[in-house]
């Protein structure tokens, strides 16, 4: 089993609907959880942090449940735009070199 | 501006040839880092640097080899005894104070090695 995991994808949307990415992670002492946005032939950038408490950037909303060790990230009201790779990333503790990445689910969102 | 240049964008390599990638960064970071990606795949970790002159390998460091003598730069030289280098190279960076959470990596716009 992978240390994190993804929804397969690819996820085919029409403009303006809400969809919904999840992420799972194996080592229950990780700390530290991200979501990156990775364009095509291009290199990942930071979309979101995700906190315990969940948070909220704009259209995106990011939720954490560490008791399940599950990750989720939702969009509302999708834009062209928004078509990419999203990445589940999770860092297993604080110190030194720790980033996980999951293999990432493909979003294209369709006039 | 500040941020994370590597070149270059795009590189062939015969077999048999040693190749480097340059990888420079101007955040003032402490760590930087290695990553391939392979088309359909995440990113793996080939090096690592938590600071000068002082390495680590990651997950799949066979037949790669860096370099860290200054902090704003961290070369990695595909060796020919990679069997398969042809991928996707990635260089990233970040703030490495112990016990610190939440300190994202910022990623330069990666090099495109294939080999002929």
């Known amino acids: 089993r992978k240390e994190v995991e993804q929804d397969p994808g690819p996820f085919n949307v029409p403009e303006g609907a809400t969809v919904a990415f999840n992420c799972t992670y194996s080592n229950s002492a990780s700390q530290s959880f991200f979501w990156y946005r990775q364009d095509c032939r291009k290199e990942p950038k930071l979309l979101m942090s995700v906190y315990s408490s969940g948070n909220e950037d704009g259209r995106f909303t990011a939720q954490l449940n560490r008791a399940s060790q599950y990750i989720s990230l939702l969009i509302r009201d999708s834009k062209l735009s928004d078509s990419a790779t999203y990445l589940c990333?999770?860092?297993?503790?604080?110190?030194?070199?720790?980033?996980?990445f999951g293999p990432g689910t493909r979003l294209s969102v369709l006039p | 501006d500040g941020g994370i240049t590597q070149s270059p964008k795009y590189l062939f390599r015969k077999e048999g040839q040693n190749v480097t990638l340059s990888c420079e960064q101007n955040l003032n970071h402490d760590a930087m880092y290695w990553y391939r990606q392979d088309p359909g795949q995440g990113l793996r970790l080939i090096y690592y640097s938590q600071i000068v002159n002082d390495f680590q390998k990651g997950d799949i460091a066979e037949g790669y080899s860096v370099s860290r003598e200054k902090k704003e730069s961290f070369p990695l030289t595909v060796t020919s005894a990679q069997k398969n280098p042809t991928a996707f190279y990635l260089c990233?960076?970040?703030?490495?104070?112990?016990?610190?959470?939440?300190?994202?990596?910022?990623f330069g716009p990666g090099t495109r090695l294939t080999v002929l």
């Open positions: 990233a960076s970040s703030i490495a104070l112990a016990g610190v959470s939440y300190n994202e990596q910022f």
């Open positions: 990333v999770v860092r297993r503790n604080n110190y030194g070199q720790n980033f996980v």
